[in-house]
């Protein structure tokens, strides 16, 4: 067998890897938990690639747009967030509305390439303690009173 034809070959068989490796886009899950007895609503603004809402739980679903929501968590529910990026990057406006509290949209990023989002903060962030337990998840801990954010770097 020629060099040539083996070159072509191994060029041939390793074709769909470096193919599916090119299509599989780099995508980060993470969750709400809503400990809570109220209902919240979270929608994304998303300007670097898109935020998906799910659940795996059928008695917690309700009024959901999956792609950047608006998304109503019920109470004592955990829902999923797809975290989807372009160019290795994801970034927005994460909204967060209870019966008593709108605060304003916090920003998510990544800082990292292909890394899940942090979401910025400072001061008290009410009910909602960010990136808890990881790094752009939510952790809902009540229906109005101020609790105190955990910030990860």
Same mark, same amino acid.
């Given at each position: 067998m020629?060099?040539?034809r083996k070159v072509g070959l191994l060029a041939a068989a390793l074709s769909p890897v470096v193919f599916a490796g090119q299509a599989l886009a780099f995508s980060c899950e993470r969750h709400?938990?809503?400990n809570a007895s109220c209902e919240w609503h979270f929608s994304s603004r998303a300007t670097i690639g898109n935020v998906y809402f799910?659940?795996?739980d059928p008695s917690c679903m309700t009024?959901?747009?999956a792609q950047n929501g608006p998304c109503t968590i019920k109470p004592h529910c955990t829902y999923n967030i797809q975290y989807t990026y372009t160019g290795g990057r994801t970034e927005g406006y994460m #909204? @967060?509305?209870s019966?008593?509290?709108r605060p304003d949209p916090w920003f998510y990023w990544n800082r990292l390439p292909d890394r899940c989002p942090y979401t910025d903060h400072s001061g #008290? @962030?009410?009910d909602v303690y960010l990136n808890e337990p990881e790094?752009?998840?939510y952790t809902i801990g009540g229906c109005g009173a101020a609790l105190h954010a955990k910030k990860k770097h």
């Open positions: 020629t060099n040539i709400i938990y809503n799910s659940s795996d009024h959901c747009t #909204s @967060t509305v019966p008593v509290h #008290s @962030t009410g790094n752009g998840d």
